[in-house]
């Protein structure tokens, strides 16, 4: 079974527009850790966002914010106000086990295209 | 640019070939970790190390192996190549090993094997 999830692979969205990209992932351990990263056409791959499995709150970073839905063991990623600069490969991905015996878990991916 | 350096950045071998991958982290980082984007696997998590020391493994091959030097660059050692080996292999490095949020990924070494 897929541990991280992204349904979409491919996504459109207006210039200046909100888009969200859709994360779920699978694990039974009680800590764990949730990432999104950023894979412009250059390659390189870029830290977004951030989420521990027992922050309250919703983490931001500017324009992006990681929509956490413990219960429904979903991660999805909004992208505010969506800038050309944006349109990329966006990954979600999991930490999980115990400090020292990490491991990390990407998903497949979804390719965003802002539109001007 | 992230601090983190990979060299080289585009290796072309042959099959049953053995390359070295080499990564330098960020200033303070002591952490390196090391993972393989390809097509049809996607980004795949291999191996990381603290200070010196293997701290977690992820799906690895046997022909592959990693250390971390004394002055914390890394290298990851492929051996007896073959096709499906061709990927990008990325670095990434944190300052320590519980706070993966802080890890931030080097430009990656294209590796072609034909």
């Known amino acids: 079974a897929q541990k991280i999830t992204q349904t979409q692979p491919g996504m459109f969205v207006q210039e200046k527009e909100a888009v969200t990209l859709d994360c779920t992932y699978d694990t039974s351990d009680p800590s764990y850790g949730l990432f999104w990263y950023k894979q412009p056409s250059s390659g390189e791959m870029i830290f977004l966002i951030y989420?521990?499995?027992?922050?309250?709150q919703n983490a931001t970073e500017g324009r992006y914010s990681l929509n956490f839905q413990k219960a429904r063991k979903s991660a999805n990623l909004v992208i505010s106000a969506s800038q050309l600069g944006d349109s990329a490969m966006y990954f979600c991905?999991?930490?999980?086990?115990?400090?020292?015996?990490?491991?990390?878990?990407f998903g497949t991916g979804t390719r965003l295209k802002v539109l001007a | 640019d992230s601090g983190v350096t990979q060299t080289p950045k585009h290796l072309i071998t042959a099959t049953g070939q053995r390359v070295t991958l080499r990564c330098s982290p960020r200033?303070?980082?002591?952490?390196v970790y090391w993972y393989q984007q390809s097509l049809d696997q996607g980004l795949q998590f291999l191996i990381q190390?603290?200070?010196?020391?293997?701290?977690a493994k992820g799906n690895i091959l046997e022909r592959f192996s990693a250390q971390q030097f004394p002055d914390l660059h890394s290298e990851l050692n492929l051996s007896s190549l073959e096709l499906g080996d061709s990927a990008l292999y990325f670095c990434?490095?944190?300052?320590?090993?519980?706070?993966?949020?802080?890890?931030?990924f080097g430009p990656g070494t294209r590796l072609t094997v034909t």
């Open positions: 990434a490095s944190s300052v320590g090993s519980g706070s993966p949020y802080e890890q931030y």
């Open positions: 190390y603290y200070n010196g020391e293997e701290r």
């Open positions: 989420q521990g499995s027992y922050d309250q």
């Open positions: 991905a999991m930490r999980e086990g115990a400090s020292g015996t990490y491991k990390y878990i």
């Open positions: 200033s303070g980082d002591l952490s």
